[in-house]
Nanobody, 122 residues
Framework: QLAESGGGLAQYGGSLRLSCSAS????????MGWFRQASGKEREFVAG????????ILADSVKGRFTITRDNAKNALYLQMNGLTSEDTAVYYC?????????????????WGQGTQVTVSS
């Protein structure tokens, strides 16, 4: 089971930190990722991190603003979001991959959380 937290309302240019807790079975040896879905749009990739954390990938739209990290001892995944804009308003989902290195494709992730809403006010 994956459970996101940390969403909410942020001001333009502000920051939020999302967290995702996972069961050991989902977390162990698997890459993890964050996706988001804005109202009326398709789900899109945001960030991914390898099992050991040595490799990360970010969507171009969040590079330089978002950081993905993980704490394997706590089975926890994080997304630090800085410089938020209205374009970042969406439901954010964490996901566990089918392999140890992340990818941008949703089809490569087999477990998904329920999502947490992030709303950025201008």
């Amino acid at each position: 089971q994956l459970a996101e937290s940390g969403g909410g309302l942020a001001q333009y240019g502000g920051s939020l930190r999302l967290s995702c807790s996972a069961s050991g079975r989902m977390f162990l040896n698997n890459a993890m990722g964050w996706f988001r879905q804005a109202s009326g749009k398709e789900r899109e990739f945001v960030a991914g991190i390898s099992w050991r954390g040595e490799s990360t990938i970010l969507a171009d739209s969040v590079k330089g603003r978002f950081t993905i990290t993980r704490d394997n001892a706590k089975n926890a995944l994080y997304l630090q979001m800085n410089g938020l804009t209205s374009e970042d308003t969406a439901v954010y989902y964490c996901a566990a991959a089918r392999k140890s290195f992340p990818s941008r494709g949703a089809e490569d992730y087999r477990y998904w959380g329920q999502g947490t809403q992030v709303t950025v006010s201008s």
